[in-house]
């Protein structure tokens, strides 16, 4: 299986604050990535697709890069309703993996 | 707009069987752009892919689950299915359906997901 670990586990940040998660496999998925926010009681909704292919819907404070075994969502400018969990996951081979999953706190 | 939404028990006994049901509105699950997929979260943890479904009926499952699962599609009633046999309370878990939009070679991401529904195991 791929293994996705995530880092930080948890983050600390303020409103207007611009913060970085980064995901690393632990092989090559090319750019076969997506992004997730989670927030509490709530089923995950999709953010980036493709490791930096926006959904549609989504604000473009939103951001993801990287390509290989490294990636990273960007957030420019958090905003209250930006604070939750973000899970990355892997598509480049069965079984499809998650991130562990980083806690996006308010400061 | 397509809506999924998962039903079933919200408590099941060790070592029967879990079964669970999405049923697919606002879009039909015969379409040949689409995959549809189960994902369970245990509490206060990360997620964990169980299985696939194409709707022509073919499947595919995480290894950790393989000998226990089966994923199955009800076109006539836009729903497809989860069981998981021989259940434990490590099964206790929010169990997600969603959709996966096909675009090259599976495996795919998820674009859109239920609500989901909790499962507890206990007897």
């Known amino acids: 299986d791929i293994q996705m670990t995530q880092s930080p586990s948890t983050l600390s940040a303020s409103v207007g604050d611009r913060v970085t998660i980064t995901c690393r496999a632990s092989q090559t998925i090319y750019t076969w990535l997506a992004w997730y926010q989670q927030k509490s009681g709530k089923a995950p909704n999709l953010l980036i697709y493709?490791?930096?292919s926006l959904e549609g819907g989504v604000p473009s404070r939103f951001s993801g890069s990287g390509s290989g075994t490294q990636f990273t969502l960007t957030i420019s400018s958090l905003e209250p309703d930006d604070f939750a969990t973000y899970y990355c996951?892997?598509?480049?081979?069965?079984?499809?993996?998650f991130g562990h999953g980083t806690r996006l706190e308010i400061k | 707009q397509l809506q999924l939404q998962e039903s079933g028990p919200g408590l099941v006994k060790p070592s029967e069987t879990l079964s669970l049901t999405c049923t697919v509105s606002?879009?039909?699950?015969?379409?040949?752009?689409?995959?549809w997929a189960w994902i369970r979260q245990p509490p206060v943890k990360g997620l964990e892919w169980i299985g696939t479904i194409y709707y022509r009926a073919s499947t595919d499952y995480n290894p950790s689950l393989q000998s226990r699962v089966t994923i199955s599609v009800d076109t006539s009633k836009n729903q497809f299915s989860l069981r998981l046999t021989s259940v434990t309370a490590a099964d206790t878990a929010v169990y997600y359906c969603?959709?996966?939009?096909?675009?090259?070679?599976?495996?795919?991401?998820?674009?859109?997901w239920g609500i989901g529904t909790t499962v507890t195991v206990s007897s």
């Open positions: 606002g879009g039909s699950i015969r379409n040949d752009n689409y995959y």
């Open positions: 996951q892997q598509y480049n081979h069965y079984p499809i993996t």
């Open positions: 969603a959709r996966h939009p096909v675009g090259g070679t599976p495996p795919y991401y998820m674009d859109v």
């Open positions: 493709k490791a930096s």
